[in-house]
């Protein structure tokens, strides 16, 4: 469960908290870390790092107090303590003579598979050269309103860690472990040490968000956990201030909490998972039977569609499972409970006679 001595490559998460005092980076704390991860990358691990903390620099290198709410000063806060951050990251891993390697993303380059696979290709290129990529979301672009952001890196290192194909992630935080009740208000409360399956009950007791600067708390941990659960990578969760946390983790040592992973994907599957739908398709009892059963999404199984979305899109069935789809919305409100004979008679004879391979058919 805690034998890590196999793992090979690695994703370790840093908040914002645990980067920062006072809304200024610890370069101190950096300088620890980076010695950390210089003896896993020595012994033969490839590392990421994904990292939090250039909006908290930016507003501290403005002089700005308490959290800054507003979208554009928020962006512009990212602008401005980005490459103060990557300067440290770099200070810090020269003294070890390891070359970083500044990746920024937003959700739109996981979700389309072409941008995605390029960026796979970046990120295993620079592993292979020993390069250290340092990787955040690009906050300066990255807003809610037009859908490219992630909501917070607990959930971007989750999705690197899934779609790299991680070993383990390790996310260091200023919350030390899943408990068993609120620590916050409960004195009795007790860390639980091991997770193999993320149950409601657990859901429902991990509270709310961070604070000050940060955005992540124990709920957006959780949802890191599920991603990284079907992903087949284990999560260690834990204090990143505690004294030598990373190869204390790697040792086996029982600290903080490990979250075990529920199922093995493919990497295609765990890409269709973790990208967003474009559009709903409502199929009937039989289509969904079928495709349990790993058999392909006929048209005759389509009931009705939802929202606008090319060929290849991703798409949810049911509220059951996901897939690309291998037509148009249009077509497919055409196609919908036709034999799947008739497909090439309407489309055309170089078109699929399946609107999804079990290949591309992902069951929630």
Not at 43 to 52: H, K, N, P
Not at 76 to 85: D, E, S, T
Not at 346 to 356: C, E, F, T, Y
């Amino acid at each position: 469960m805690r034998d890590f001595s196999d793992t090979k490559r690695i994703v370790i998460k840093i908040g914002t908290n645990t980067l920062s005092k006072k809304g200024r980076i610890d370069t101190t704390y950096v300088g620890r870390i980076a010695k950390q991860i210089y003896e896993l990358i020595n012994s033969g691990r490839e590392v990421l790092i994904v990292t939090s903390g250039a909006i908290g620099m930016g507003i501290g290198r403005l002089g700005l107090s308490g959290m800054v709410k507003d979208l554009k000063k928020r962006q512009g806060c990212a602008a401005i303590g980005q490459p103060l951050l990557m300067e440290q990251y770099r200070r810090a891993f020269s003294k070890y003579k390891i070359n970083v390697a500044q990746v920024l993303l937003t959700a739109g380059v996981l979700n389309n598979r072409k941008s995605y696979l390029n960026l796979k290709n970046a990120l295993e290129t620079l592993l292979k050269i020993k390069v250290l990529p340092v990787i955040n979301e690009n906050d300066s672009v990255s807003t809610d309103e037009i859908d490219t952001a992630f909501g917070d890196n607990d959930k971007l290192s989750a999705l690197v860690a899934s779609k790299i194909d991680a070993d383990l992630l390790i996310m260091l935080s200023d919350i030390d472990a899943l408990y068993d009740k609120d620590p916050r208000k409960e004195k009795d409360a007790k860390p639980i040490h091991a997770v193999f399956e993320i149950t409601d009950e657990i859901v429902k007791g991990a509270g709310g968000k961070g604070s000050e600067h940060a955005v992540g708390g124990m709920k957006t941990k959780i949802e890191a956990a599920k991603i990284t659960s079907n992903a087949g990578c284990r999560m260690v969760l834990a204090n990143g201030r505690a004294k030598n946390v990373i190869g204390r983790i790697m040792a086996g040592a029982e600290i903080g909490t490990i979250f075990l992973p529920k199922r093995k994907l493919s990497n295609r599957k765990r890409w269709i998972l973790n990208s967003k739908s474009c559009g709903t398709i409502c199929i009937d009892e039989g289509a969904i039977k079928a495709i349990q059963n790993n058999k392909s999404l006929l048209p005759s199984g389509i009931v009705s569609v939802a929202g606008n979305f090319q060929a290849g899109s991703v798409v949810i069935l049911n509220n059951q499972a996901k897939a690309v789809t291998n037509f148009s919305s249009n077509e497919l409100r055409q196609l919908a409970g036709k034999h799947s004979s008739q497909i090439r008679q309407m489309l055309g004879a170089k078109r699929r006679d399946v609107v999804a391979v079990p290949e591309d058919i992902i069951i929630l």
